[in-house]
């Protein structure tokens, strides 16, 4: 397992191999940590415009991650890092968490009406802990499931909204 880190300070696709470890790559796969913490104080985003798979994400203020498409995986959630910054999930698509998810930021579940379900799948037993915010959009496609029969949410201080 390694962490790798967003160097780019901009935006960017979470796929390009240049805006990882100062353009050494390589894209965080299933074993990483993801860490989007790329130095400066200006905001920038990471888009997810495929299905990814890590072992954790980790994010600074200034980063948004925005999943576009497909499933973005982070199957131990925060790992031993946080959330600080904000994490779009959007129309259509799903974010699958697990073990601990530390959101001291942001976590939107964005359907836009387009019919097609917007998901945050709990894959394992997950406590959401910090004092963040998980907040959804005003349509009927959000949801939040478990992947598997017994997986359990445990919120211990989001504001769920």
């Known amino acids: 397992m390694a962490s790798i880190h967003w160097t780019l300070d901009g935006n960017g696709d979470f796929s390009n191999l240049a805006d990882w470890n100062n353009g050494k790559g390589p894209v965080p796969g299933a074993k990483d940590d993801a860490i989007l913490d790329a130095a400066g104080a200006t905001a920038y985003t990471v888009t997810a415009s495929t299905s990814e798979a890590v072992h954790s994400i980790q994010t600074a203020a200034t980063a948004t991650l925005s999943i576009t498409a497909g499933t973005f995986t982070a ?13 779009m999930v959007g129309d259509g698509t799903t974010f699958s968490i697990g073990g601990s998810f530390l959101n001291n930021g942001a976590l939107a579940v964005d359907s836009a009406g387009s019919g097609n379900p917007t998901t ?3 894959a394992t037993n997950t406590t959401l802990s910090g004092s963040g915010a998980l907040t959804m959009t005003d349509f009927i496609y959000n949801q939040i499931i478990g992947g598997a029969s017994a997986a359990k949410l445990t919120n211990a201080g989001n504001t769920i909204s």
């Not at 199957?75 to 994490?87: D, E, L, Q, R, V």
């Open 75 to 87: 199957s131990a959630g925060t790992g031993t890092g946080g959330n600080a910054g904000t994490i």
């Open 120 to 122: 945050l799948a709990i």
